[in-house]
């Protein structure tokens, strides 16, 4: 028999044991690694240090009011000031927050509903965003609405992206289409820019007029059916009352007065029911109308959409990118003039796992983006190889110390993922899993709600999350065909300033919330080599959907000659805080901005 106290030797055990010295040494490069050339960052080099990995989630916090003195006597405490920011970080600040039940709405309702109802606008939209999550309980629509509206009606662009979401879904509100495309662009500050591909807004636009003019037809031929009832209920009731009047008329004798009572009861029974049908055909009547009114309100797809991009060409045509490509050539003159900002990168690459299978090559993907965004586009790249859960929660909540409301965040991750549903079987949740997860214990893997807490409070004015793992679009809540920009390859400087003055979270996954097949096109992915490809070949200011629209093309094209089905998706992370900016790819040789 084994000893208790015997070695391990068992598999799972020597593949841990086998990265525990790799795991020291990158530890160490972690912890030593200043500043690597050309403006690259190995490793959490700038991590504080938590005393637990529960320091680094995102709760509501309240803060204790300030004491200020007004003239020479009195002093007086300012109210409490609510916030979201790190547990470490309301501790630190002698703030107020709830350890153990961050699920809970009714904590979180506790923090923001005061200053919500003092008219606050961005409490308004937490408490909108508290009940349409329905923390610990059901989701509440129609309240996240009223909520939304009302920060919406005083100009707050992220409500506005939230009620426009529920008019666009029918959550809560009636689907109006028409209105959820105005109120995104309200939040974008768009008078005419064109939000969406003419042929997603033609068919969605078609499939809405479709179900619609089917819904008309059913409701035409409920009010038909309805009508003939209340006919024959009309007729049986005028029987009725003839028969009654004869009963009456001779109710001599006792057996003709009970039928003249049971004739009068059946009368009774036959006039409410007249009166039940006749409410219920005015109801389908205004039914019917409701439904061609919106028939009616439809926008025309032509009007309100751009065309769809050409195809990227196949890059097997064309040559090879050298490793380390030469600076483009400058942009558009009329661009000099834009600030776009500073350009921050944290890029992870997860592929030797202590508990879980290895990778191909999320090292290789990650290693050649770095050296692309650095090179190519000047910006400043923290790298994880293997990174754990601590490392990358870290590495987020350093970035929020930082960067400012001008700069950029370009977030990148290659790694194992995973999906679970919640113990009440009401919601998914979609996690990144760090090099120390394990398969089945959630305890070390980082759901997406955590990484998108953590995009919200970093202060950048665009976050960009590329993300090359299963389930990756969980990050962001349903899809918005009427959201998103179009992916025409000319952008005007009018489009650029727009796009440049909202805040921007976007995630673009390597597929959709199905699991994403293990395909390589050696030495990369599919996805991340479609990728690269697309950020080596552009020569110009590029917006996200544009980088979208050629990678998603690619993609499909080679998964389709791999043997697998695969589809990349883009969405606006509206738990983020996006409020309809977009993200912009300067080359360096095209940028013209000033060094801060």
């Not at 920009?485 to 199905?514: N, T, Y």
Request: aromatic share 6%; net charge negative; charged share 25%.
């Amino acid at each position: 028999m084994k000893s208790v106290h015997a070695p391990d030797h068992s598999p799972a055990f020597r593949k841990r044991l086998s990265h525990l010295s790799a795991a020291c040494v990158a530890g160490s490069v972690l912890l030593l690694a200043g500043c690597a050339p050309n403006g690259a960052m190995v490793g959490a080099d700038l991590a504080a240090r938590a005393d637990s990995v529960d320091d680094l989630y995102i709760v509501d916090c309240l803060l204790t009011g300030q004491v200020r003195r007004l003239g020479q006597r009195t002093t007086f405490l300012t109210p409490r000031r609510a916030i979201r920011t790190t547990a470490q970080d309301c501790r630190i600040r002698g703030g107020e927050y709830v350890a153990y039940d961050r699920a809970d709405y009714r904590t979180a309702l506790n923090v923001w509903l005061e200053p919500a109802e003092a008219g606050d606008p961005e409490a308004q939209n937490y408490v909108g965003e508290i009940f349409e999550k329905g923390l610990g309980t059901e989701p509440d629509y129609v309240s996240a609405a009223t909520w939304y509206r009302r920060a919406a009606d005083q100009g707050y662009a992220r409500a506005q992206i939230n009620l426009g979401f529920l008019y666009e879904q029918g959550l809560g509100v009636a689907e109006d289409r028409t209105r959820a495309l105005n109120l995104y662009r309200r939040a974008s500050g768009a008078v005419e820019d064109p939000l969406v591909y003419r042929s997603d807004v033609t068919a969605e636009m078609e499939e809405l007029r479709a179900r619609l003019g089917a819904q008309v037809d059913q409701a035409e031929r409920q009010a038909q059916s309805l009508q003939q009832q209340r006919q024959r209920l009309i007729q049986e009731r005028d029987e009725l009352q003839r028969r009654l009047a004869q009963a009456q008329a001779s109710a001599a004798d006792t057996g003709a007065q009970a039928r003249a009572r049971e004739l009068a009861a059946q009368l009774e029974t036959a006039r409410g029911q007249v009166d039940s049908l006749e409410s219920q055909v005015q109801r389908a009547s205004q039914e019917r109308e409701a439904l061609v009114a919106q028939m009616r309100e439809l926008p025309e797809a032509e009007s309100q959409a751009s065309p769809e991009p050409a195809a990227e060409p196949d890059p097997e045509s064309r040559a090879q990118a050298s490793p380390e490509p030469e600076p483009a050539a400058p942009g558009p003159a009329s661009v000099a003039g834009l600030d776009f900002g500073r350009y921050y990168a944290l890029v992870i690459g997860n592929q030797e796992y202590q508990f879980l299978d290895d990778l191909e090559s999320p090292l290789t993907d990650a290693q050649r983006l770095r050296q692309v965004l650095q090179n190519r586009y000047g910006f400043n790249v923290i790298f994880l190889p293997n990174a754990n859960q601590v490392q990358i929660l870290s590495a987020l909540n350093d970035l929020h110390g930082r960067m400012t409301e001008r700069d950029n965040l370009l977030i990148y991750y290659a790694g194992h993922g995973n999906r679970s549903n919640r113990e009440d079987g009401r919601r998914q949740r979609s996690y990144w899993l760090p090099v120390d997860a394990e398969a089945e214990r959630l305890v070390r893997w980082i759901n997406n709600a955590v990484v998108s807490d953590h995009l919200d409070r970093i202060q950048a004015r665009s976050i960009l999350v590329l993300a090359d793992s299963v389930f990756a679009s969980g990050m962001a809540s349903d899809s918005s065909s009427l959201l998103l920009g179009s992916g025409q390859q000319q952008l005007s400087d009018d489009e650029i300033r727009a796009g440049l003055q909202r805040r921007s979270r976007i995630v673009i996954s390597s597929g959709g919330e199905r699991p994403v097949p293990d395909l390589t096109d050696r030495p990369h992915s599919l996805f991340s080599r479609s990728l690269i490809e697309v950020l080596e070949g552009n020569q110009g200011v590029m917006r996200e959907n544009m980088l979208f629209a050629q990678v998603a093309v690619n993609v499909r094209r080679r998964a389709s000659g791999a043997g697998g089905p695969q589809t990349p998706e883009m969405r606006p992370i509206r738990a983020a805080g996006h409020e309809g900016g977009d993200f912009y790819f300067v080359p360096v040789a095209g940028q013209r901005v000033a060094s801060r």
